[in-house]
């Protein structure tokens, strides 16, 4: 079965320090992973994804995550945070059909100016 | 080009009446899924549809909830007699055809906010 967990519901960081967000997942095939944003009453953005390629991806506005497949981990980063990046992320893995996604919780990221 | 388009943004319905949630999918796109996401949570799977077809329904609750997607126009998500549990967020996706597997993102849209009263 396929799951993620997101360590952190709430993170809060001034504006202009790194961003760490945490998710560790649970997968019984190599995964395909996705980080997703949401900003207020809005759907979700796609921010990045792993899909077996590099283990360090690069996404929009920043972001970047690493694989680490001996933790289990796909962790979110970005060296300064903006505040506009205030928003709700969510981390997904993905069925190994494609057909479902699995979502975190949720980390809710504040930026304090 | 237009991305996921949900509507309406936020319905309102009383205990009992039928509630339906229309979404049409980005161009060229003829897969789509269904979410619901309750406050403070993340977003569930609910079901899987392609063109006139149901993938993977395994995420609907058995009974008064429904979803089609017609030959023509959008996905519809129909929940009949609808009770204060329903209300929720309810967000569609969708992903292109061709090959089918787990690398491939799905695009969302900006969800229908259903409220019970």
């Known amino acids: 079965a396929q799951s993620v967990t997101q360590l952190d519901s709430h993170v809060s960081v001034s504006e202009g320090t790194p961003v760490l967000l945490r998710c560790n997942y649970s997968s019984s095939y190599s995964p395909s992973l996705f980080w997703y944003v949401q900003h207020p009453n809005k759907g979700l953005q796609l921010l990045l994804k792993?899909?077996?390629?590099?283990?360090l991806v690069k996404g929009i506005n920043g972001f970047e995550a690493e694989f680490k497949k001996s933790e289990t981990s796909f962790h979110l980063t970005k060296p300064s945070a903006h505040m506009s990046d205030a928003a709700e992320y969510f981390c997904?893995?993905?069925?190994?059909?494609?057909?479902?996604?699995?979502f975190g919780t949720g980390t809710s990221l504040t930026v304090i100016p | 080009n237009a991305g996921v388009m949900q509507n309406p943004r936020h319905l309102v319905r009383r205990r009992g009446q039928e509630a339906r949630l229309r979404c049409s999918p980005m161009k060229g796109h003829s897969h789509v899924y269904w979410y619901r996401q309750l406050p403070e949570e993340g977003l569930k799977f609910m079901v899987y549809l392609q063109k006139e077809n149901i993938i993977d329904e395994s995420g609907m609750p058995k009974e008064r909830f429904s979803a089609e997607f017609p030959k023509e126009g959008p996905s519809i998500l129909r929940i009949q007699q609808v009770v204060r549990g329903d209300s929720a967020a309810y967000f569609c996706?969708?992903?292109?055809?061709?090959?089918?597997?787990?690398?491939?993102?799905?695009?969302f849209g900006d969800g229908t906010r259903l409220s019970i009263l």
């Open positions: 996706a969708s992903s292109p055809p061709g090959v089918r597997g787990w690398n491939q993102p799905q695009h």
């Open positions: 792993y899909t077996s390629a590099a283990t």
């Open positions: 997904v893995v993905s069925s190994i059909t494609g057909n479902q996604f699995y």
